[in-house]
């Protein structure tokens, strides 16, 4: 090539150089002016006033070249609305390739990382959103407009972003159903749209259509009718919360298919009904699962025995009928074990329950179980929390209940429970609330109770009321924050201090415990009163 023909190429080279250069000045100029024209930067600021240092506002991030490539502002305080903000004036809007969302995405559906497109206003007070702009802003991959003002129904527009891989527009006022457009929504992988309150209607069969979804939440809502079975579709579902609406019907068996999900929560929805089928032994990559309030009847299924990844089950306040199957004790991972208010249920607490060793919570409260309490409850030394109140269980508390070095909260409230109270149980550290109120205890009140008062967590609330304890109430409980010993055997005198911190409702029925009303402050009726010293009235 000759010098004339070199001479021309550079010439061609650098004239489409400064092209490129005045089209990034432009792009830049645009951009900064869009920014400065949202108000966002506050208007009187010396940042907001000086357009040219806009990659330096508090928020934005730019490339090299000085064009946007993040509007991230949670949390900011921004009051005003969105209809005025020109989304299109960012053709650079990226996010960077190693986020935390790509690498969630790149290895289900792809190989190469993302630029993912992303806005963020989460957390303001915004109330509304242009259409034309937001439809036209076809590079948004992410969009947060979660924790606004948002109200009136889900813009249609947004099923344009085609390239949309999470939405979040949960805690608003959004009103309506889910238009039908956001189902065109092929490339979502997260969907939230949680509490909103006014969002609901029947759940369109489209929804099967969003096939990369791994996350969908329509919790507290409105949503009612039947779960579509579409839902079904779903294969790389991984959590899937529908809990807190109105839904009906019995859960689709072709949710059971969902074989990667770790989530499902369909708690509170109570005209969910029918008999709980086996296939839900299908899930075996369940970690958390919740059917709690709804209308669930017949047996619980065996089968839940093989999700060996459970942490935690909440079958709670349904109609299930029969016995504990003993399948359940193979759940080793258990954290949560959740079966209260199934008053149809009946049989006793196994032995097996030792096989929980990660039990942190049980409530196996308001069932119908009987037989005495198993002496195996005390092998389970990471218990937190403790419930068996309003079952038929006898016999005493074992006195190994001691080894619950962790526990916080006993109940085992009306049962028929009878013997002493373990003085262990007054040893414990943590413990803050004990109920062991309308069984058939005798004997002293431990002198341990209030013991642990250097402790931050010592004993709060003590429930012995409907008993029948003898003995002196002691000094000690003063150091505690509520005491109900009503209804009792107990005798003697009983000191003022204990009337005046907790009142003398907390003592009555118990007809030879005596206390001097006038030093005590107290003023009985004269139905109390009996000679110079009264007793505390008994009960019927």
């Known amino acids: 090539m000759d010098v004339g023909c070199s001479g021309v190429v550079l010439l061609m080279i650098l004239a489409v150089a400064i092209a490129g250069a005045a089209k990034e000045s432009a792009v830049n100029l645009l951009e900064a ?103 036209n802003s076809t590079n948004l991959v992410t969009l947060d407009l979660s924790y606004n003002s948002f109200g009136g129904p889900i813009l249609p527009t947004l099923g344009q972003l085609s390239n949309l891989r999470s939405l979040d527009l949960s805690n608003n006022l959004f009103s309506g159903t889910i238009p ?94 029918g008999f709980l089928s086996e296939e839900i032994g299908n899930l075996k990559s369940l970690v958390e699962l919740d059917l709690s309030y709804g209308a669930f009847s017949g047996s619980i299924p065996p089968s839940l025995g093989q999700l060996s990844n459970l942490r935690s089950l909440d079958l709670s306040t349904n109609h299930f009928s029969g016995t504990i199957p003993s399948a359940l004790f ?50 389970l030394t990471k218990l937190v929390s403790l419930s068996g109140a309003e079952n038929q269980i006898y016999g005493s508390i074992p006195s190994d209940i001691g080894n619950l070095k962790y526990l916080e909260y006993l109940h085992l409230g009306s049962n028929q429970l009878t013997g002493q109270i373990p003085p262990t149980l007054g040893n414990l550290p943590f413990l803050q609330i004990l109920d062991l109120s309308s069984n058939q205890l005798t004997g002293p009140i431990p002198t341990q109770f209030g013991d642990n008062i250097k402790s ?60 001097d009303s006038t030093l005590c402050g107290a003023s009985p009726s004269p139905s109390v009163m009996g000679n110079h010293t009264p007793s505390i009235e008994s009960g019927s």
């Open 33 to 135: 002016e869009a920014l400065h024209k949202s108000g966002w930067w506050g208007d009187g600021s010396t940042t907001a006033t000086n357009i040219s240092a806009h990659c330096h506002w508090s928020g934005i991030i730019c490339n090299n070249a000085g064009s946007v490539t993040e509007i991230l502002l949670p949390n900011c305080g921004i009051q005003d609305d969105l209809a005025n903000f020109s989304f299109s004036s960012f053709p650079n809007l990226v996010h960077s390739p190693n986020s935390p969302i790509s690498i969630w995405v790149s290895p289900v559906f792809s190989s190469k990382p993302y630029q993912l497109a992303q806005l963020d206003v989460s957390w303001n007070s915004i109330d509304s959103l242009n259409p034309l702009e937001i439809g």
């Open 180 to 273: 039908s457009a956001l189902f065109n929504l092929t490339n979502l992988s997260w969907l939230h749209i949680q509490c909103n309150p006014k969002i609901g209607g029947f759940l369109s069969e489209e929804i099967g259509n969003l096939k990369r979804l791994l996350e969908l939440d329509l919790s507290y809502g409105a949503f009612s009718g039947s779960i579509p079975p579409s839902l079904g579709q779903l294969s790389n579902l991984r959590s899937l919360d529908l809990s807190t609406n109105h839904f009906s019907g019995t859960i689709p068996s072709a949710l059971f298919n969902l074989t990667n999900l770790f989530r499902l929560n369909i708690h509170w929805n109570p005209a969910m009904r």
């Open 330 to 379: 193979n759940l080793t991972n258990l954290f949560r074990l959740d079966i209260h208010s199934n008053p149809a249920m009946r049989g006793f607490l196994s032995e097996e329950i030792r096989n929980l060793k990660s039990l942190g919570e049980l409530d196996f409260s308001g069932l119908n179980l009987s037989g005495a309490l198993p002496s195996a409850l005390c092998d």
């Open 456 to 515: 931050k967590w010592h004993l709060s609330t003590l429930d012995l009321s409907h008993n029948i304890l003898s003995g002196t109430v002691p000094w000690s409980l003063l150091q505690l924050g509520d005491v109900d010993l009503s209804y009792n055997a107990l005798e003697g005198e009983l000191p003022c201090k204990l009337v005046i911190q907790f009142g003398s409702d907390r003592f009555v029925g118990n007809p030879h415990l005596r206390h």
